[in-house]
């Protein structure tokens, strides 16, 4: 028999003993949110009818109990299936009854266990168990210390993170020399999920227990040092702050006693400088003292004091005294005007006039004059040629598609980012209260949900109540009185009847083929030429090939598509002498086609020989006067009135008084009465897909009928401007300026217009005149003896 250790033989007598004490019956205990292991001292307060059962069983018996984990503690009643199979035997030291019915115990775990069998479930749960064993350790090698020693310096650091650790806790650390004692302190003083718990206590080998229980610490060091970190930089951050004030504080006192300023004292005595300096209106300078005042009072990084800050710079930057002198001469003005714009005599004429009564009353309000006219007349120009002419600044905003009321009147400063209308920006800009402020495109203005612009320039621009405009963003008067306003729009239809009252109306009408000839020579080509990187020498224009450039590659009253022709001419010539041909270059009728390639714009008819049927009426349109050629025919029908031509429902009405008429007066024209019942008449305008409306075109459908009822001609030479009613009177139309021009393109040499409108030739160049005969008729009589 081989001889036994003393040592190893009082071990396995211990073992022996103990797995003798430890029953295979024991009540069962189910404890929540809590893992008990071996050696652990817990304090347990049982108030659940078979937790105190097992209890009392328990310390009836021989004190031992089996504490096992339930799965879900949110379970009041849980059953065998929500507890977990492997547990703790523990046993019960104290235990005292409270008196609400609960049990406090105090257990201390001794071995492990697995639940065999449930052999009672109804009052209390009775269990039969198996211990489990631990598994040995021969021989604590160098890895096994490495491993126990990093395991202690983890947890003392956890301990040290919390403020837990103390030196009996690092003693009683450094007294364990067992794996899986060390594992199971430390794992029951961790505060881990149930699942990973649970996972530790059935692992049976200690050393794989230890490293677990080491890559949860090694977790939990980062995690726990990481919110360190995160909670001192909050706290440093803090006392950072607090620092920082403190020490502005005492730099604000030292000083003081120095009689030095700091960086705000020094701000805020700026501010004070630059109020006074602005020269604001009373309302204004109280309004900036006393938020002056609260900025004082607030800490300078607050985002209030940034707000405050940006109010006071647009109050002390806004010109409220600020203006340019006038310097009106007359006669300087009158050169200016004309060495930018040829023509226009009424317009130029008008702001002559007020130049000369502003220099007669320097203190007259500021009118709004608004240039209504086809783009491209020189409409914009005409604006900063005033504000040279007076020697005064010059803004332009457009208004074209702004929907935003606040884009006029500003935002409140209750939102991010608020800043003041255009007006008041465009005066900062300029830093006079006094300029020539032109609004472009104020007929295209829109409206929406956020309010309607026009309505909110109708303060701006109402000479009564501009004195005191007000602004949401300053929400303080500002004098516009002194501001000359000038607007441009295409057409008044859009405008808003309330808007068009306060604005002096200045109709631009378009250029003459003259007039034309002569801003092309002196403005246009050279212009053209400089920007096109040309010398004079290199190009010259015969005027037959401008004349031709005019009537047949453009059709508008302005001047716009004109320059684009002579730029693209320009760009030729410049791509010939980049590949190295020499100039000059010679544009003649002959050779223009090589260069613009066909003629853009031919007559609407045929116009070689007057025709039955046919004739021209004038029409008024955005880009100026054209000629509108009526057509009209007898077909076989029954007196039915046909009309085509996309025409509007006023022309409509047109054909039907012109029918009418010559139903009426069929005897005088030598026709019979009966003539309409075998017969339809078709008045038809060409340019069918182009819409047509307007009250100018009744005598001229009315001349075409006849023409096609008496077999007469109509004279090749006549257009027609005007309405007709049942009993043959012409009525007055508008636009015979125009209408005269365009007439005029096309090689129109008589005009028929109606008596009333003879009033309007006073605008009618005298070149026109020249070109043309104007006839002005009152009954359709005169007209039909002229045309026919």
Known sequence: MAEVDRDDLVSILEENEKEAKLPKTLPLMAVRDVVIFNDMLLPLFVGREKSVRAVEEAVAKDGF????????????????????????????????????????????????ARVVKYLAKRSLYRVRIEI????PVEEINLEIEALMRNVREHAEKILAFRGELTGDIDTVLESIDEPGRLADLVTSNLRLKIDESQSLLEMANPVERLKKINDLLSREVELSSMQAKIQSD????LSKNQRDFFLREQMRAIHKELGESDERAQEIAEYKKKIKKAKMSKEAGKEAKKQLKRLEQMHPDSGEASVVRTYLDWLVEMPWSKATKDIIDIKNAKKVLDKDHLGLNKVKDRILEYLSVRKLNPKMKGPILCFVGPPGVGKTSLGQAIARAMKRKFIRISLGGIRDEAEIRGHRRTYIGALPG????????????????????????????????????????????????SDHYLNLPFDLSKVMF???????????????????VITLSGYTQEEKKSIARWHL??????????????????????????????SEAGLRNLERELGALCR??????????????KITRNNLQKYLGVSRYIPEMDQENSQIGLSAGLAWTQAGGEVLYIEATLIGGKGELIVTGQLGDVMQESARAALSYARANLSSFGLEENIFESMDVHIHVPAGAIPKDGPSAGIAMAAALISALTKKPVNKNVAMTGEITLRGRVLPVGGLK??????????????VFPEKNKRDLVDIPKYVKRKINFVPVKNMDKVLTIAL
């Not at 799965?71 to 005292?96: W, Y």
């Not at 489990?132 to 598994?135: D, L, Y």
């Not at 000038?486 to 002096?504: G, K, Q």
């Not at 010539?573 to 980049?578: G, M, Q, Y």
């Open 422 to 469: 255009r007006i008041l920006q465009g005066l900062k800009q300029s830093g006079t209260n006094n300029p020539v402020f032109m609004m472009d495109e104020i007929d295209k203005l829109g409206s929406d949900f956020r309010g309607d612009p026009s309505s909110a320039l109708l303060e701006a621009l109402d000479p009564e109540q501009n004195s005191a405009f």
């Open 132 to 135: 489990i064993e631990e598994e």
């Open 572 to 585: 030729k010539l410049a791509r010939k002498l980049a590949e190295g041909e020499k100039g000059p270059f």
């Open 525 to 554: 080509i050279p212009r053209q030429i400089k920007e096109n990187g040309l010398k004079p020498r290199n190009i010259q224009i015969s005027t037959g090939a401008l004349q031709q450039i005019i009537a047949e590659y453009t």
């Open 234 to 237: 909050v706290r440093d951050e």
């Open 486 to 504: 000038i607007l441009t729009a295409n057409v008044t239809d859009t405008v808003p009847s309330a808007l068009l009252d306060r604005m002096e």
């Open 738 to 751: 125009e209408k005269a021009l365009g007439a005029l393109r096309a090689g129109i040499r008589t005009i």
């Open 65 to 112: 109990l089996l504490l096992a984990t339930q799965k879900d503690a949110g379970i009041e009643n849980p059953g065998p299936e929500d507890i977990f199979q492997v547990g703790t035997v523990s046993r019960v030291l104290r235990i005292l009854k409270l008196p609400d019915g609960r049990v406090k115990a105090l257990v201390q775990g001794i071995a492990k």
